[in-house]
C-alpha cells in the first residue's frame, strides 16, 4: 500500500468511526462494539482502499498530494456525511480556521470588503476610504488579475502592522496612497440598533456567535437610555444560526427565569433541556420578531421559545427548518467535523428540521413547498403557554403571514447595472451631503441623466411608478458611502416594507402581551 494510499485510508477511517459506524463519537463517548460492527468497518474499509488503489494505479492524471486530497477531503467524506443527512460537514484546514473565525466574531486586518461596503469604525473608514474606490496595489504589488481572496489575504495581518494601499476613486486624477495600521476588525451579530420611532427599538441579529448575547443586552440598554421601551422589533431575517448557547442566553433575556428555551434529543448523549437562568428584568413591552425563509438553527430557537410562551408575536414567513444540532469535532491536521448529534424541540415540543429524506441538496436547500401559508391542516399542531395553536412540521409557522419581498422588472434592471452604487461614486466625486439631506427633482434628475448616459433603459414613467422606492435606495446609498454602513442601514431599514408591516403589528403583541399579564394575575389569585 502507497503512503497516499495509507493516508486516504486513515483519514476515512477516521471520519467513519466519528460518525458513528462504530457507535461512538470521538473525545465524547465511547461504546463496546460488537464483533458484527467490527466486521462490517472492515469490510467498508477494504472496500474503500481497493476503490482507491483503483484510481492511483489506472486514472490518467497523476494522483499527487493535492489530488489525493481533493478526493478525500472534497469527495469521499462529504459524499459520505451528506448521505446522512444535509448539515453534517466536513471542514478542510482552511474552511476550519474560516468557520472558527466567524465563530469569534473577528479578526486582524483593515476593515474593507471587497465588495460595495466598508465597515464602519475600522483603519480603512477611518483614513477616509469610499465605497466603490478600487484597490490598484497593496504594498506595491500590483492586484491586475487578482481574485478577491487573495486581495483579502495581502490586507489581512498581525494587528499593529502596517499596510500600504493605492486606490482610485472617481472625480480624482491621481491614484490615493492610504498607510493603515491594521487592527482588530469586528463582525458584530447586532448590526444595526436604533430607535425606529419614539421608544420603539429595532435590531438586526444577523447570526449567533460568541458575543450575540451581549450585543443584544448592549442594545436594549442604548434603548432605555431615553426611557422606558414601549415596543421592539427583532429581525431575524435571514439568519442562519450559530451557537446554541447564545440562542439562549439571548432568549433569557425576554423570557421568566425557568422557562425553557429549547430542549435537544439524541442517541448517544443524554437529553438535554435549556431554560431562562435569569429571566427578564425591567417593565415588559410588546415584541415583534420578523423571520423570512433564511431564519434558521439557533434563529428558529429564539423565536419558536417566544412564541410558545406568547412574549412575542412571530411576523413574516414560515422560517428554513433547521433543527439539526451539530457538535463541531477537531480532527487531525486541523480539519473539523461538525456532526449532527441532536434535535431540537421547542417549548411545546414542536420538531424545529423539517423533512430531508428522499431529496436533492438543491432541493432541500432551495426548492421550497409553495402551498398557501395559511394551509395547516396536515400539520402538527401544539398549544403555547396561554392555549394559542402553533404548528410544527418544520421551521416556525409566524403568527402573522407577510409577503417576500419581489423587485419588479425595473428594479431588478437598476440593480442588477449596480445604478445606485456607480451614481452614488459619480454625485460625490465634487461635493457632499447633510443628514438632512433629502432625495428631491434636481437629485432625481441627476439620477436620470447619469441613467442616460450610461445607457440604462428606465423610462421617467418607469421612475416615477418606482418613484418612493428609487428614492429611498438612492438615499441608502448615499448614506451609506457619506456617513457610513449603519446609517446607510437606517435608511434601508425606515423604507423596508416587512419592517413598516411588523410596526403595525405591535398592537396585536401588546394584545398578547395583555392576555399573558391576565392569565399571570389569575392564577396568582
Known sequence: MSPRTRRAVFSVTVFLATC??????????????????ESTLRDSLKSFTSVYSVVEQNYAEKMDEDRTDKAIYDGAIPGMLHVLDPHSNFYDPKAYAAMREEQHGRYYGVGMTIQPQLVDGTPSYKAGIRPGDLIISVDGKPTDGMDSAAVASMLKGPRGTHVLVTMSREGKDKPMTFDLVRDEIPRPSVDIAFQIQPHVGYMHVTNFQETTAHEVGEALDKFREDGPLKGLIIDLRGNPGGLLNQAVDMADKFLQKGQVVVSQ????????????????????????????????????????????????????????????????????????????????????????????????LYDYYYVRDAANPKD??????????????????????????????????????????????????????????????????????????????????????????????VKASIKQQLFTTQFGQNEGFKVEVESDPQVLKALSFLPQAQALLDQSKSKTMTAQK
Open 376 to 469: 395547516n391542516a396536515n400539520r402538527e399542531v401544539k398549544l403555547t403557554d396561554d392555549g394559542r395553536t402553533v404548528y410544527g412540521g418544520g421551521g416556525i409557522t409566524p403568527d402573522e403571514h407577510i409577503e417576500p419581498l419581489k423587485a419588479n422588472h425595473v428594479q431588478e434592471v437598476l440593480l442588477s447595472q449596480h445604478a445606485f452604487f456607480d451614481f452614488t461614486k459619480h454625485y460625490l466625486s465634487n461635493r457632499t451631503i447633510a443628514k438632512d439631506f433629502v432625495v428631491d427633482d434636481a437629485v432625481l434628475n441627476d439620477f436620470k441623466a447619469y441613467l442616460k448616459g450610461k445607457k440604462i433603459e428606465v423610462t421617467d414613467e418607469d421612475i416615477a411608478v418606482n418613484l418612493d422606492w
Open 20 to 37: 458513528g459506524i462504530l457507535g461512538s463519537v470521538i473525545s465524547q463517548k465511547v461504546a463496546a462494539q460488537s464483533a458484527s460492527d
Open 265 to 360: 434529543h439524541g442517541r448517544v448523549q443524554s437529553d438535554q433541556v435549556y431554560s431562562a437562568s435569569r429571566g427578564e428584568t425591567g417593565p415588559k413591552y410588546p415584541i415583534v420578531v420578523l423571520v423570512n425563509r433564511g431564519t434558521a438553527s439557533a434563529a428558529e430557537i429564539v423565536s419558536g421559545a417566544l412564541q410558545d410562551h406568547d412574549r412575542a408575536l412571530i411576523a413574516g414567513e414560515t422560517t428554513f427548518g433547521k433543527g439539526l444540532v451539530q457538535t463541531v469535532f477537531n480532527i487531525s491536521q486541523n480539519t473539523g467535523l461538525a456532526l449532527t448529534t441532536f434535535h431540537y424541540y421547542t417549548p411545546s415540543g414542536r420538531l424545529i428540521q423539517r423533512p430531508y429524506d428522499h431529496m436533492s
